[in-house]
């Protein structure tokens, strides 16, 4: 994919400083769990202790790569405390270095930033529910072969009976606990979420705080429950692929 350089103009890095690791002529900014990515340049990259006063001395510059989901630029805007103008400027970026991207992965934007919103709550959530019996999982990112669609899935143990459902969800697929031995054995089939959750309602209680969820408590029922939503299988897991971060982009 053809990347376009984006850059914006920083007054000051201090807001974001704990995030930012020190390299050669600046400082990097990574976040494995939502796949952003940025570089600030400056005059000065010693240190973490000195880098605050230059920051707010000196000019520094952001940069990065486009095409990107909308996500990032929300999580660029708020880790360096960037106002509207930045998100302007990124999105308009974006939209057009999208518009020129050829085939590839693609995320529909809104679910992008659900996705986003709940990885970025995801420790509020197991701090809600520290219990290791609730399962507080990571969706997945996968593309559909067929038509390079990004979906988000959440891939659920068998073995939890009580779990956090999030809003950000296109597709379940359960793992039976026999698999837990066999961890290159691949689900059979992805259940859609609306399914699921038409089938589960009586055990789904609804949370909006700290973000929109259900928690669902399958208790005695649970493992014929399980059969129950294994039944709404409606595509094979061999339709689908695992999609890195840095690929995907609106769609």
């Not at 659900?114 to 609730?134: I, N």
């Not at 359960?174 to 589960?200: H, K, N, T």
Request: proline share 7%; no cysteine.
């Amino acid at each position: 994919m053809a990347m376009t350089d984006f850059t914006y103009p920083l007054d000051s890095i201090a807001a974001a400083l704990p995030y930012l690791v020190p390299v050669a002529e600046g400082w990097r900014y990574e976040n494995p769990q939502t796949g952003v990515e940025a570089r600030v340049e400056g005059r000065t990259a010693t240190s973490h202790a000195g880098a605050g006063a230059d920051a707010d001395a000196h000019g520094y510059l952001l940069r990065g790569g486009l095409p990107r989901p909308s996500f990032m630029g929300v999580e660029l805007a708020a880790r360096f405390g960037l106002g509207a103008g930045f998100l302007e400027r990124w999105n308009e970026s974006n939209r057009a270095a999208t518009a020129q991207a050829g085939k590839g992965p693609r995320l529909v934007a809104e679910h992008g930033l659900a996705w986003w919103r709940y990885m970025t709550g995801k420790a509020a959530l197991r701090y809600a529910w520290p219990s290791l019996d609730v399962g507080v999982l990571e969706p997945l990112l996968l593309q559909r072969k067929a038509t390079g669609e990004v979906v988000r899935v959440l891939v659920w143990p068998e073995s939890f009976a009580h779990m956090v459902l999030s809003e950000a969800l296109d597709f379940v697929v359960l793992r039976p606990v026999q698999q837990m031995q066999a961890p290159g054995q691949r689900p059979s089939g992805l259940v859609p979420f609306a399914a699921l959750r038409e089938r589960l309602h009586e055990q789904l209680r609804r949370f909006e705080e700290p973000l929109p969820y259900w928690l669902y408590r399958g208790g005695e029922a649970h493992r014929f429950l399980m059969r129950s939503v294994r039944a709404l299988e409606a595509e094979p897991a061999r339709d689908f692929t695992a999609v890195r971060l840095h690929e995907v982009v609106d769609g």
